[in-house]
């Protein structure tokens, strides 16, 4: 099915450990978005891309990284992994348009750093 | 910067219950708004959306109305079920933008 696919659904990491979150669009949307969701905290971004190759910091970025290599790919990097960054991160991509209503999420990561 | 507040807590109804939760923004420009719902192990899904001063959404018999006046967007609906059970989150984009900005999100619970 169409979508947006994220990888892996699930993830315990050791402090200090890194890990990539993979996703994947087959949509042909130019968006691309990484969101984190922390209890009662609503979705706060991490990063966004609109385009191969431009990648830009959204609210949260510090201790992530991404890359745009290609429309379809944008992974997002953990290096050095901390307590804080336990969360569920969601991918998510949109119409060129940027207007919302073009958006399309992944079913999510839950990270755990221990 | 561009903000969105819910109201707070969660909100627990019994099945045929009227639904409404409040969503008020903060927004520089004239911004498009959405509600989105998650259910459980689920990412979120548009629920509704609208796009200027007046527009009302409707999906699934909800509804929210685009208050420029008071900054709302309230969503209600007039008799919930147990399959409406989800987190509902309020957003915005600023019309030049491409980036949602979500409020805390509402955890409903409905009951049999």
């Known amino acids: 099915n169409a979508g947006v696919t994220q990888t892996p659904k699930f993830r315990i990491l050791k402090i200090?450990?890194?890990?990539?979150?993979?996703?994947?669009?087959?949509?042909?949307?130019?968006?691309?978005?990484?969101?984190?969701?922390?209890?009662?905290?609503?979705?706060?971004?991490?990063?966004?891309?609109?385009?191969?190759?431009?990648?830009?910091?959204?609210?949260?970025?510090?201790?992530?990284?991404?890359?745009?290599?290609?429309?379809?790919?944008?992974?997002?990097?953990?290096?050095?992994?901390?307590?804080?960054?336990?969360?569920?991160?969601?991918?998510?991509?949109?119409?060129?348009?940027?207007?919302?209503?073009g958006y399309t999420f992944g079913s999510g990561t839950r990270l755990t750093v221990v | 910067g561009d903000s969105v507040t819910q109201m707070e807590g969660p909100v627990t109804l019994s099945?045929?219950?009227?639904?409404?939760?409040?969503?008020?923004?903060?927004a520089t420009g004239y911004p498009s708004l959405f509600w989105y719902v998650q259910y459980p192990g689920e990412g979120l899904q548009l629920l509704l959306k609208a796009t200027k001063a007046d527009d009302k959404g409707s999906n699934k018999g909800f509804e929210a109305t685009y208050r420029k006046e008071t900054t709302s967007f309230h969503l209600e609906k007039g008799s919930v079920q147990v399959s409406d059970s989800a987190v509902y989150f309020c957003a915005l984009t600023e019309t030049s933008g491409s980036r949602l900005t979500f409020g805390e999100g509402t955890q409903l619970t409905v009951n049999p």
């Open chain 1, 16 to 101: 200090g450990q890194s890990m990539t979150l993979q996703c994947a669009q087959d949509m042909n949307h130019n968006y691309m978005y990484w969101y984190r969701q922390d209890p009662g905290m609503g979705l706060k971004l991490i990063y966004y891309s609109v385009g191969a190759g431009i990648t830009d910091k959204g609210e949260v970025p510090n201790g992530y990284n991404v890359s745009r290599s290609t429309t379809e790919d944008f992974p997002l990097r953990l290096e050095l992994a901390a307590p804080s960054q336990t969360s569920v991160y969601f991918c998510a991509s949109s119409y060129s348009t940027g207007q919302g209503y």
């Open chain 2, 15 to 26: 099945e045929e219950a009227f639904l409404t939760i409040n969503c008020t923004y903060t």
